[in-house]
């Protein structure tokens, strides 16, 4: 190994540690980092030779890219049209019949949780603001409402389209979107089941028993909102994007049939369903920057041999099983980052390594995600836009004892992902 690579690679690890504290800005971390590892390595920034930094940053324009655009098409004409309020509708009141005031901050939570998995900023007030105080009002602890309410992430992370991180895992692998959000969705969904069950023992240990006069009042506030639509007509555009992923469809041609349909069942004009179709696309703004950005950062990885440093480390211990060290490694890192995004410097590098020995992608790509997107969750509910923002908008709750309920559904949920990684290894 030269002098130049081994320099490239000290500076890159640098990166990576500095990426890891959360001190500096991540993007730019990531991408200033990369750029500087690429040059003290020897590589031009532009021309005729076989690898040079340009190569590497148009190395980020990768497929997904198409399938997260065709998503978000969906999703501006679906909230411009009133169509996702109908939706998030149905699951609370549908949460409501099955299970009273649990269901209805558990619909909510998944609610937000889908909203989030599609637009990529998973916001769980949007609708803890009004099943949260429902749920209270419906006798569930105000603490566990705002636990519940904030698994939305969960969802949004691991069965969602525009994390940046997840995109870069996906992209990384060579995979597709599909399978990998339907096996996310259920290790997010298995959070929410235990939470749930939860509730409903601790309402029976405390005697609380809440009349259908009660029920029923609560329920007409949230339907007492105007509604665009009918149910029928919501779901219809959804049912087709489903379709499109079973069958195996360009996520992306789905995604824009889905948003065709929409503004064919709301009669919009096409003209202005286009302008609220590329208003979606704007949510596309930060993953974008993010995924190029981690991207250039992973060939750069690559191309100054710091994958073939870490597998040689790591060799004794990958020849156990490399996805389930490939889990081990995520699970710790997102327990000690706290941040799926700062979890990313760790996770491209370690899964380019484990994809080295010829473990499966898809197996790989689900150990990685699942891993550090779930656990990240355990000591503080969350980043931004989780648990702290849902604590304001219900009444007699607080952060640390609403964050201790949700731990012990958070290791099951990653319990029942390792599960799932463990079988993908077998088939």
């Not at 995979?175 to 939470?195: K, P």
């Not at 790509?365 to 699942?370: D, G, H, P, T």
């Not at 990653?414 to 079988?423: K, P, R, S």
Request: a positive charge; glycine letters at 10%; one cysteine or more.
């Amino acid at each position: 190994m030269t002098t130049q690579m081994i320099i490239a690679q000290v500076l890159m690890v640098i990166t990576l540690i500095i990426m890891i504290t959360g001190k500096t800005p991540i993007y730019l971390t990531a991408i200033v980092g990369a750029a500087v590892a690429g040059i003290a390595a020897g590589f031009p920034i532009s021309g005729k030779a076989p690898m040079t930094i340009a190569k590497m940053i148009n190395a980020g324009l990768n497929p997904v890219i198409a399938d997260m655009t065709g998503i978000l098409l969906f999703i501006g004409i679906m909230q411009a049209t009133g169509f996702l309020d109908v939706i998030v509708r149905d699951i609370v009141l549908v949460g409501n019949k099955i299970g009273g005031g649990p269901g209805v901050c558990t619909a909510g939570g998944i609610a937000a949780g889908l909203i989030g998995a599609l637009t990529g900023f998973t916001q769980p007030v949007i609708t803890a603001v009004i099943t949260g105080p429902a749920a209270v009002r419906l006798g569930v602890d105000p603490n566990k409402v705002a636990g519940i309410q904030a698994h939305a992430g969960h969802i949004g992370n691991l069965a969602g389209f525009t994390h940046p991180t997840q995109v870069a895992i996906l992209a990384t692998a060579g995979i597709g979107y599909g399978l990998f959000n339907v096996l996310g969705l259920i290790a997010a969904l298995s959070i929410f089941a235990l939470s749930y069950f939860r509730v409903i023992a601790d309402m029976r240990r405390r005697g609380v028993n809440i009349s259908a006069a009660d029920r029923e009042k609560v329920i007409e506030q949230i339907k007492a909102k105007k509604y665009t639509t009918t149910s029928l007509r919501a779901f219809t555009p959804f049912l087709i994007l489903f379709i499109g992923f079973v069958i195996g469809l360009p996520i992306f041609l789905v995604g824009v049939a889905a948003a065709i349909v929409t503004a064919l069942l709301a009669a919009k004009n096409f003209k202005e369903a286009e302008k609220d179709m590329l208003k979606g696309v704007g949510l596309i703004a930060t993953p974008l920057v993010a995924t190029i950005g981690f991207l250039f950062m992973s060939t750069v990885i690559k191309q100054i041999g710091l994958v073939s440093t870490i597998s040689q480390f790591a060799a004794p211990v990958l020849s156990l099983s490399p996805i389930l060290v490939m889990f081990a490694v995520a699970f710790v890192t997102g327990f000690m980052t706290q941040s799926y995004a700062a979890s990313v410097a760790v996770l491209v590098p370690f899964l380019q390594v484990v994809l080295g020995t010829g473990a499966d992608p898809f197996a790989a790509a689900f150990a990685a995600a699942s891993g550090a997107s779930l656990i990240q969750y355990f000591l503080t509910g969350g980043p931004v836009a989780a648990l702290a923002t849902v604590i304001p908008v219900i009444p007699g709750s607080d952060l640390k004892t609403a964050n201790a309920f949700q731990r012990p559904s958070i290791l099951f949920g990653c319990l029942v992902a390792f599960i799932i990684t463990v079988i993908l290894t077998l088939v």
